[in-house]
């Protein structure tokens, strides 16, 4: 019988030995152990040694006395978990081995923030390692406004965040920058973007901050299921250093070229939209008018955009079986964006069907240039007031948004049989799709949605998980 408490202890040191991390059973640690969670499912243990009076000057209005016990040691399968790859929104949680941290980045190689987790079964000493790495990193990083308080924000499942009231500021640009701390059930993470400082830095919304720190703290909570893209997500870290080491004058060139609407399109073909775009928006501001929800967020910048090539010239030689003439200059090497007709055989006679393609940065973009092509006809801008009239906005046939045409009705006043549909804009996610035949003869839907379907194909693609754990 005495064996059996030896044996236990044996495979929980085991364990801890393998993954670095705790093994489920009684509390063998001391109550001040954490550990931060590193790669490769990789815990390193650490003790803090500091009474409640050290705590509470460090932790200033983040200090809660909780006594001894905490939450019970997770198991062996969900602490052992490789966050690597964890996918958010349109970012990733990769390894910097370099600088040895976290961070959020986007395929383009742009990192957002910096990020450290923690754990320890008793919560108060996984929140005093977070609040004492975020110590360490002010020493190393701009100036420091020393008045700090840190604004609690309680959300659903037990989280807690708190955000740095008084925002550092860099000397160099005045430009703010801040950190946060987010905690769940014994987990702890923190992120600050000014460790990354002189760095070009992107700007996270709040509710993107949520969503990070949300989706990090479930899946280290083993709550559900997500999905992983290690290897996109190391290629995005490397893009990222790569791009680092670059001068910084070059780094901008890139991001300016990078940005560029008209990159890999014909020459003036999204000029030309624009134009009308900026038109309608000076009458009315007819673009607003029954936008999707939410069009105030733009959505996720997709540099460059993942669906380009599908839809272009090159493209539809391979994949429609229908006669197509591009716009003079518009050609293969335009992977963007192009515009032409198609000549749709129906009873022996052949229609002409006006169709145009633009893959955008933003969501935004793609709505703006819907509503500028469904205005045009033959080329010339339709008034206001008559696209009032004859547009039907989103009625679902096709995308993630689209307009089509009201019921037509002919000069004898007989409806048009599927006159609605001879025109029909749409956007599946940043791209901005056109296909119009002007004289109403014939239904331009399954076109449509043989382009969307092709679309829709390559997101899910892009979208589907290397792993799911």
């Not at 059996?4 to 393998?18: E, N, R, S």
């Amino acid at each position: 019988m005495k064996i059996l408490p030896f044996f236990f202890i044996a495979v929980t040191l085991i364990g801890q030995i393998l993954h670095g991390a705790p093994v489920a059973g009684n509390d063998l640690y001391p109550g001040q152990t954490v550990w931060e969670i590193k790669p490769a499912a990789v815990w390193n243990q650490t003790t803090i040694k500091s009474n409640p009076a050290e705590r509470k000057a460090r932790l200033y209005n983040l200090y809660e006395e909780i006594k001894p016990g905490g939450n019970p040691v997770p198991g062996q399968s969900e602490a052992a978990k490789d966050m690597e790859g964890l996918n958010i929104s349109q970012y990733y949680l990769g390894w910097d081995y370099e600088q040895n941290y976290w961070v959020i980045v986007d395929i383009m190689g742009n990192v957002y923030m910096a990020v450290k987790m923690f754990y320890s079964p008793n919560p108060v000493y996984s929140r005093q390692k977070a609040v004492d790495e975020m110590l360490v990193s002010q020493k190393q990083g701009p100036p420091v406004n020393r008045n700090r308080e840190y604004r609690w924000t309680m959300f659903g499942d037990g989280i807690k965040m708190a955000f740095l009231q008084v925002p550092f500021i860099l000397d160099e640009d005045k430009k703010l920058c801040g950190e946060f701390f987010a905690e769940q059930e014994g987990f702890s993470l923190i992120a600050a973007d000014h460790w990354f400082f002189p760095l070009i830095r992107k700007e996270l919304k709040d509710k993107e901050l949520f969503e990070i720190s949300e989706t990090i703290l479930a899946a280290l909570n083993g709550k559900r299921q997500f999905g992983y893209f290690p290897k996109r997500t190391r290629q995005a870290v490397k893009k990222w250093k790569d791009i680092s080491k670059m001068p910084y004058q070059k780094r901008t060139r890139r991001e300016e070229e990078l940005r560029k609407l008209t990159k890999g399109m014909p020459e003036g073909l999204y000029d030309r939209i624009d134009r009308n775009a900026r038109e309608l928006q000076r009458n009315d501001n007819i673009l607003n008018l029954n936008m999707p929800d939410g069009n105030e967020d733009k959505g996720p910048e997709m540099i460059p955009n993942i669906n380009s090539g599908i839809g272009t010239v090159r493209w539809l030689k391979k994949h429609v079986n229908i006669p197509f003439i591009a716009e003079k200059g518009h050609d293969e090497s335009h992977i963007n964006g192009c515009s032409g007709t198609f000549s749709v055989n129906k009873n022996g006679r052949d229609y002409p069907v006006t169709y145009t393609i633009l893959h955008l940065h933003t969501k935004d973009q793609a709505l703006r240039a819907m509503f500028a092509m469904q205005a045009e006809q033959s080329k010339q801008l339709i008034k206001p007031d008559i696209l009032k009239k004859i547009l039907q906005v989103h009625p679902g046939l096709v995308g993630d948004y689209d307009v089509c045409l009201k019921p037509v009705i002919n000069e004898l006043g007989v409806p048009v049989s599927q006159g609605e549909y001879s025109s029909i804009s749409f956007i599946r996610g940043n791209t901005a799709v056109m296909l119009k035949n002007e004289s109403m003869d014939i239904s331009v839907l399954p076109l449509a949605k043989q382009m969307d379907e092709a679309l829709l194909k390559n997101m899910q693609l892009f979208m589907k998980p290397e792993e799911t754990r």
